[in-house]
């Protein structure tokens, strides 16, 4: 069993940056693949990045490609996403995911709670 603890979102202007974290429960977490997600008032939850369980490997969203990068330090049971050069259509509830498959179509097994981004322009 897998628990997620995001954290790190809040408020920033057009252009600014943030960076989230994912804590994780559990000391099997180095064995599963990680992504995160978001999900834009009154529109579907999409994902954003994804990492596989090592950390060598990654992929992102289109919309977020230059700008965004994941990355996880399994000593500390921690995934990230570095969010640069934001821009207001970034604003969403942000969640990280856990689960045996990597990638952005991948299905995920734990799910955190989530953390909001707001980009004001």
């Known amino acids: 069993q897998v628990q997620l603890v995001e954290s790190g979102g809040g408020l920033v202007q057009a252009g600014g940056s943030l960076r989230l974290s994912c804590a994780a429960s559990?000391?099997?977490?180095?064995?599963?693949?990680a992504a995160w997600f978001r999900q834009a008032a009154g529109k579907e939850r999409e994902s954003v990045a994804a990492?596989?369980?090592?950390?060598?490997?990654?992929d992102y969203a289109d919309s977020v490609k230059g700008r965004f990068t994941i990355s996880r330090d399994n000593a500390k049971n921690t995934v990230y996403l570095q969010m640069n050069t934001l821009k207001p259509e970034d604003t969403a509830v942000y969640y990280c995911?856990?689960?045996?498959?990597?990638?952005?179509?991948?299905?995920?097994?734990?799910w955190g709670q989530g953390t909001q981004v707001t980009v004001s322009s």
């Open positions: 995911a856990a689960g045996h498959d990597y990638g952005l179509t991948a299905g995920y097994d734990y």
């Open positions: 990492v596989n369980w090592r950390g060598g490997r990654t």
């Open positions: 559990g000391r099997t977490f180095y064995m599963y693949a």
